[in-house]
C-alpha cells in the first residue's frame, strides 16, 4: 500500500486509489444500504425546522446510498446521470432544501464510515482505512457537487468549477473547508491549507495584454494538480490565488510541498513576450496554515483562512517568491 508521501506524479497517486478498493467499499456500501439508510433516516427527519415523513426520507436514503456507492466505484459522478435527475425530482416534492439535502449526505457519510469501520477488511484498524475514508468523504462531495450543478441553484454563486482553471470554485472550496474541519475536529486529524498567489499578475496584464494572465492562471493550475493528491481539493481562491487544502498530510510535508510548487512555477512558468522577445519570468508566493484539532477545540474555516491570507500578505512583504509557513494548533 502507497504512503501519504507519494505525490511526485499523478500515476503514484494512482497506487492510492486502485480499483479494486473501490469496487470493495462500493459493494460494502450496497450490501448494506437497508441499515445505512435506516440509520440516517433514524436523525434526518428532526434536522430541519419541520419534520419529514419516515417514508420520503427513505425513498431519499435509498438513492443517496447508491449516489454514493457509484461514486465510490466510479471516482466521478455526471449531473446528467439519472440517478441525479431522481434526486432532483424527489427533493422538489417536498420542497427539500439545498441545506438539508447537503446535511442528509453528511449524515449519512458519517453512517457509512462507522459502518465500515467495524469491517476486517477495510475497517478503521487496517491498512487501507486512511483511503477508505477519503474515498467516502470525497464521494459524498461528489454527489453535492453534481446536484448543485443538475439544478444550478444560484449559478453566479454556486457554480463548481472555474471555467478558467477548470480548478474548483471558492464557493465549493468553503463547503469543503467547513466540512472537512468538522470530520477533523470529530476525530483529531491534521489539515493543511496552502495559498498561492501569482507575483505582480495585474503588472504582466498591463505590460503584456490581459489574455497572458489567462494564461498564466490555466498553466498554473495544470501545474499544481500534478503535485497533489486526487482526494486533495484544488480551487480557484480569489482572481490571481489558488487554494489548496490537504487532509492526513503533517505539517513538514506539506510546507515541503508548497516550495516544490514555488520553485517548479519559478523555473517553468515563464514565457517570451514575442513582440519584444523578452523573457518574463513568473514566480508565486505561498501561505500554509497547518492545524490539529484537539478534545473541546473547535477549528473555524474563517479563522484558518484569515490566517493563510495574512501569512500570504507577509510572504509578498518581505519580498515575493517564498513561502511562509504557519502552525496554527490550539493550546491543549
Known amino acids: 500500500m502507497a504512503t501519504p508521501d507519494e505525490y511526485d506524479s499523478p500515476y503514484e497517486n494512482a497506487l492510492w486509489l486502485h480499483d479494486d478498493l473501490r469496487q470493495q467499499i462500493s459493494g460494502t456500501i450496497l450490501e448494506r444500504a437497508p441499515l445505512l439508510?435506516?440509520?440516517?433516516?433514524?436523525?434526518?427527519?428532526?434536522?430541519?425546522p419541520e419534520p419529514l415523513e419516515i417514508e420520503y426520507c427513505n425513498r431519499v436514503g435509498q438513492l443517496l446510498v447508491q449516489l454514493v456507492a457509484m461514486a465510490v466505484r466510479e471516482g466521478r459522478v455526471d449531473a446528467r446521470s439519472g440517478?441525479?435527475?431522481?434526486?432532483?425530482?424527489?427533493?422538489?416534492?417536498?420542497?427539500?432544501?439545498?441545506?438539508?439535502l447537503f446535511t442528509f449526505v453528511y449524515l449519512l457519510e458519517r453512517t457509512i464510515l462507522d459502518e465500515l469501520a467495524?469491517?476486517?477488511?477495510?475497517?478503521?484498524?487496517?491498512e487501507p482505512w486512511p483511503v477508505v475514508a477519503q474515498l467516502v468523504r470525497r464521494a459524498s462531495i461528489d454527489v453535492l457537487a453534481a446536484y448543485t450543478d443538475r439544478v444550478q441553484l444560484e449559478p453566479a454563486e454556486a457554480a463548481v468549477i472555474d471555467r478558467l482553471t477548470t480548478l474548483y470554485?471558492?464557493?465549493?472550496?468553503?463547503?469543503?473547508?467547513?466540512k472537512e474541519l468538522?470530520?477533523?475536529?470529530?476525530?483529531g486529524h491534521a489539515l493543511s491549507l496552502i495559498l498561492f498567489d501569482v507575483d505582480h499578475l495585474a503588472r504582466?496584464?498591463?505590460?503584456?495584454?490581459?489574455?497572458?494572465?489567462?494564461?498564466?492562471?490555466?498553466?498554473?493550475?495544470?501545474?499544481?494538480?500534478?503535485?497533489?493528491?486526487?482526494?486533495?481539493?484544488?480551487?480557484?481562491?480569489?482572481?490571481?490565488?489558488?487554494?489548496?487544502?490537504?487532509?492526513?498530510?503533517?505539517?513538514?510535508?506539506?510546507?515541503?510541498?508548497?516550495?516544490?510548487?514555488?520553485?517548479?512555477?519559478?523555473?517553468?512558468?515563464?514565457?517570451?513576450?514575442?513582440?519584444?522577445?523578452?523573457?518574463?519570468?513568473?514566480?508565486?508566493?505561498?501561505?500554509?496554515?497547518?492545524?490539529?484539532?484537539?478534545?473541546?477545540?473547535?477549528?473555524?474555516?474563517?479563522?484558518?483562512?484569515?490566517?493563510?491570507e495574512e501569512a500570504l500578505e507577509r510572504a509578498k512583504q518581505q519580498g515575493r517568491n517564498q513561502i511562509v509557513r504557519v502552525d496554527d494548533y490550539p493550546p491543549t
Open 169 to 178: 470554485t471558492r464557493v465549493m472550496m468553503q463547503a469543503v473547508l467547513d
Open 83 to 100: 440517478f441525479i435527475a431522481d434526486l432532483n425530482r424527489i427533493a422538489l416534492e417536498r420542497r427539500l432544501s439545498a441545506q438539508r
Open 118 to 126: 467495524l469491517s476486517d477488511s477495510l475497517g478503521a484498524t487496517t
Open 182 to 187: 468538522q470530520l477533523a475536529g470529530r476525530f
Open 204 to 308: 504582466i496584464n498591463r505590460d503584456h495584454g490581459y489574455g497572458v494572465g489567462d494564461r498564466i492562471l490555466e498553466r498554473l493550475g495544470i501545474l499544481i494538480r500534478k503535485y497533489f493528491r486526487q482526494h486533495d481539493w484544488v480551487a480557484r481562491h480569489f482572481e490571481d490565488a489558488i487554494a489548496v487544502l490537504l487532509t492526513h498530510t503533517e505539517a513538514d510535508q506539506a510546507a515541503e510541498l508548497a516550495e516544490r510548487v514555488r520553485a517548479t512555477v519559478s523555473n517553468r512558468l515563464g514565457f517570451t513576450d514575442h513582440r519584444t522577445d523578452r523573457l518574463v519570468e513568473i514566480t508565486v508566493s505561498g501561505a500554509v496554515v497547518n492545524t490539529r484539532a484537539t478534545t473541546g477545540h473547535t477549528m473555524d474555516a474563517e479563522h484558518l483562512i484569515v490566517r493563510a
Open 37 to 48: 439508510t435506516s440509520d440516517t433516516v433514524a436523525i434526518f427527519p428532526y434536522s430541519g
